[in-house]
C-alpha cells in the first residue's frame, strides 16, 4: 500500500541546533515533494517545493533533500529559534500530478 | 489581497443535518482543493478542481460532494452529515495541479453530534 510517513510526531531540540526531520514515501513515485508548516489553528503555509532531479534546496536557514533511491526527504532547519516551533508537513504529487498526498506531520518545539 | 478564504470557521451539526462549506480564492488559480484534517492522520484529499468546470474524486470522497462554481469558488456539501464527518476541513488553491505551492484557507472546524 501507499505510505507517507515522518519520523516521530514530536522532536524537542534545543535553540541554535539543526533540527532536521524525515519524510520516507512507499509506493509512490514522486516527481515533487513540498514541505509545509503548520501552526495551532492555522492552515498550513508552503516553505519549499523539491523536484526528482534536484538533489538539494535552500532558502535561508532551511534545506531540503531528495533522494528518490531511498525514497526519503530530509528537511533542515539550521540555528534553530523557538519561532520556529510547529508542525511540519510533507507533501508529494500523486497520481499523475493530479492531486497532493500529506504525511501526517512532525510537531517541532525548539527550547530557549 | 485576502489569499483563500472559508465559512463557516465554526459549525455544529446533528447527524442527518446537510451543510454547504464555502472556499473562495482571489489569486486566479486554476486548481482548488478540499482536505479534512484528523489527529494523526494528517491532511487527507476529499475532491479537487483542476481548472474550472472540472471536478475529480480525491482520497476520502465518500459523503460528500463538491462544485466548482466559477474559477474564484469552490463548495464542499455534506448531504447527510454523519459524526465520522467531525473534522477541520481546509480549503487550498494552487496555479496548478500537483506541482505548484498550495495557498491553505484559516479552515473550518465541524461537529457533527
Known amino acids: 500500500s501507499q505510505k507517507i510517513e515522518q519520523n516521530s510526531e514530536a522532536l524537542n531540540i534545543q535553540e541554535g541546533k539543526t533540527a532536521t526531520l524525515t519524510c520516507n514515501y512507499t509506493n509512490y513515485s514522486p516527481a515533487y515533494l513540498q514541505w509545509y508548516r503548520q501552526d495551532p489553528g492555522r492552515g498550513p503555509v508552503f516553505l519549499l517545493l523539491?523536484?526528482?532531479?534536484?538533489k538539494e534546496k535552500r532558502k535561508e536557514r532551511l534545506k531540503v533533500t531528495f533522494d528518490t533511491t531511498l525514497k526519503q526527504s530530509l528537511f533542515h532547519i539550521t540555528a534553530s529559534q523557538p519561532a520556529d516551533s510547529a508542525t511540519y508537513l510533507c507533501?508529494?504529487?500523486?497520481?499523475?500530478?493530479?492531486?497532493?498526498?500529506f504525511g501526517a506531520g512532525t510537531r517541532l518545539t525548539v527550547k530557549p | 489581497n485576502a489569499g483563500v478564504t472559508q465559512t463557516p470557521k465554526f459549525q455544529v451539526l446533528k447527524t442527518g443535518q446537510s451543510m454547504t462549506l464555502q472556499c473562495a480564492q482571489d489569486m486566479n488559480h486554476n486548481s482548488m482543493y478540499w482536505y479534512r484534517q484528523d489527529p494523526g492522520m494528517g491532511l487527507r484529499l476529499i475532491y479537487y478542481s483542476a481548472s474550472e468546470g472540472t471536478t475529480d474524486k480525491g482520497e476520502v470522497p465518500n459523503g460528500y460532494n463538491v462544485s466548482r462554481l466559477n474559477k474564484r469558488e469552490f463548495s464542499l456539501r455534506l448531504e447527510s452529515a454523519a459524526p465520522s464527518q467531525t473534522s477541520v476541513y481546509f480549503c487550498a488553491s494552487s496555479e496548478r495541479t500537483g506541482r505548484d505551492e498550495q495557498f491553505f484557507g484559516p479552515g473550518t472546524r465541524l461537529t457533527v453530534l
Open positions: 507533501a508529494l504529487d500523486a497520481n499523475n500530478n493530479n492531486d497532493m498526498r
Open positions: 523539491i523536484r526528482e532531479n534536484e
